[in-house]
């Protein structure tokens, strides 16, 4: 076996993990009783999905995933800055 395989049957289990915490938050999104809980499951969402898009890119060793990623959490970021002026009542 090569590294990259074995490397790959490391990752994948802890990528089906954050998967499952991703369902979690959506459960969450959804029943969430206050506009809050449902921004703070989003963000939660968001942050997940940077960190499978990074594991994909150390299981793959492709660098083109962490460039998405690091874009993806910059607009995440600012995404949650305005949800969070919005619900604050500045906006």
Do not use: H
């Not at 809980?37 to 962490?66: C, K």
């Not at 690091?70 to 604050?88: C, E, P, Q, W």
């Amino acid at each position: 076996m090569s590294g990259v395989w074995i490397s790959l049957d490391v990752w994948f289990p802890v990528v089906g993990i954050f998967l499952v915490f991703i369902a979690l938050c959506t459960v969450r999104l959804f029943r969430g009783p206050t506009p809050a809980d449902r921004a703070v499951a989003v963000d939660t969402v968001n942050t997940l999905t940077v960190a499978i898009m990074v594991l994909l890119g150390v299981a793959y060793q492709q660098i083109i995933f962490v460039d998405v990623a690091i874009v993806y959490a910059v607009l995440s970021f600012v995404s949650t800055l305005y949800i969070a002026k919005y619900l604050g009542g500045e906006m």
